[in-house]
């Protein structure tokens, strides 16, 4: 069974720093970590969830035009672990953050086209 677990959310003021991470397990061999593409997505209250950043098994990324230059993603196959390192943050970034694998790569920051999902983090930015 698959599992994603994320950690590192809590609450920062604005323009300050915060890293996230996302340990996974489970996966099958054959189905390895290193061989899905994984994401950060976030969702704030009364809105839809929203791809943050994403990352394919080859190691490109892709992200959001509100997040680029801001936040980095990366992975560590040899410890199953998604991060995302948040700096300069600001108010409009609160909001439960979820990781979340699948096995193709294309269109990274597509909710609908992820098979796993954790439960969240929260991270709030006040002003």
């Known amino acids: 069974l698959v599992q994603l677990v994320e950690s590192g959310g809590g609450s920062v003021q604005s323009g300050g720093s915060l890293r996230l991470s996302c340990a996974a397990s489970?996966?099958?061999?054959?189905?390895?970590?290193?061989?899905?593409?994984v994401g950060w997505f976030r969702q704030a209250p009364g809105k839809e969830r929203e791809g943050v950043a994403g990352i394919n098994d080859g190691g490109s990324t892709s992200y959001a035009d509100s997040v680029k230059g801001r936040f980095t993603i990366s992975r560590d196959n040899a410890k199953n672990t998604l991060y995302l390192q948040m700096n300069i943050v600001k108010p409009e970034d609160t909001a439960m953050y979820y990781c979340a694998a699948k096995l193709n790569r294309g269109l990274l920051l597509r909710p609908s086209l992820y098979t796993y999902w954790g439960q969240g983090t929260q991270v709030t930015v006040s002003s």
């Open positions: 489970g996966f099958t061999t054959g189905y390895t970590y290193s061989r899905h593409s």
